[in-house]
């Protein structure tokens, strides 16, 4: 089968906005503008992910509209691999594993009970 060249990580700021979500655990749609300006830009860009499975989005109407973004553990595989890359490219050392890097037993977080009901995107 021969690879397809344009792909999802084609797309200009995707990794950037895998590794900031990755670092932060969850990020609100203003923190996206770490990774480049153009708030319409940077949302599609995350939109883009989620439709891909790789964020989760919960976004709230009330008591005024915020969007939350966190990884789903598709998402928490790739962003680490994007940094694990990162890390070659920089000439750093780190070898750790997805679970020593991002604790993943803990079920108190708000996006994996959402994922573990197969929600994806929440808007209330």
Known sequence: MPTDYK???CESDLAGIMLLVLDKKEV???ELLRVSSGYDKI???ASM?????LLSVLEVEKPH???TYMLTDKGKEVAFL???IKSVLDGDQEQ???DEYYQADDDSRPDR???ERGINRVVR
């Open 7 to 9: 792909w999802l990580f």
């Open 96 to 98: 750790n594993t997805l």
């Open 82 to 84: 994007l940094k694990r």
């Open 65 to 67: 509209p915020a969007t």
């Open 49 to 53: 992910l989620a439709d891909a499975g």
């Open 113 to 115: 009970k959402l994922l």
């Open 43 to 45: 949302k599609k860009r």
């Open 28 to 30: 609100h749609s203003k």
